[in-house]
């Protein structure tokens, strides 16, 4: 069955670095466009990052801009994000994200969430 694991969420002091990574499996990996979305303590979802299928193009929010970096590994079927400059704005779950279409009809697969927390 469809299976994304997030890992490498904790605790970081603002200004550091964390990289989490989505291992994804039961899918056909690249031909998913993989997406990050975080969800902050008591707001709603918020896209963070895109990847395409080929690796090739990259989009941010511009919240993340200049300090998170996604790639994908299309041998090891996983999506990674590196994230630097963390700010306390920054903790949230975080979520890997699978987005494939039925015709023009999305849908999503969604991992467990990784929760990073941004704090002195």
């Known amino acids: 069955q469809v299976q994304l694991v997030e890992s490498g969420g904790g605790l970081v002091q603002p200004g550091g670095s964390l990289r989490l990574s989505c291992a994804a499996s039961?899918?056909?990996?690249?031909?998913?466009?993989m997406h990050w979305v975080r969800q902050a303590p008591g707001k709603g979802l918020e896209w963070v990052s895109a990847i395409n299928n080929g690796g090739g193009s990259t989009y941010y929010a511009d919240s993340v801009k200049g300090r998170f970096t996604i790639s994908r590994d299309s041998v090891n079927n996983a999506v990674y994000l590196q994230m630097n400059s963390l700010e306390p704005e920054d903790t949230a779950v975080y979520y890997c994200n699978a987005r494939g279409y039925s015709g023009t009809i999305p849908y999503d697969y969604w991992g467990q969430g990784t929760q990073v927390t941004v704090a002195s």
């Open positions: 039961g899918f056909t990996f690249s031909t998913y466009w």
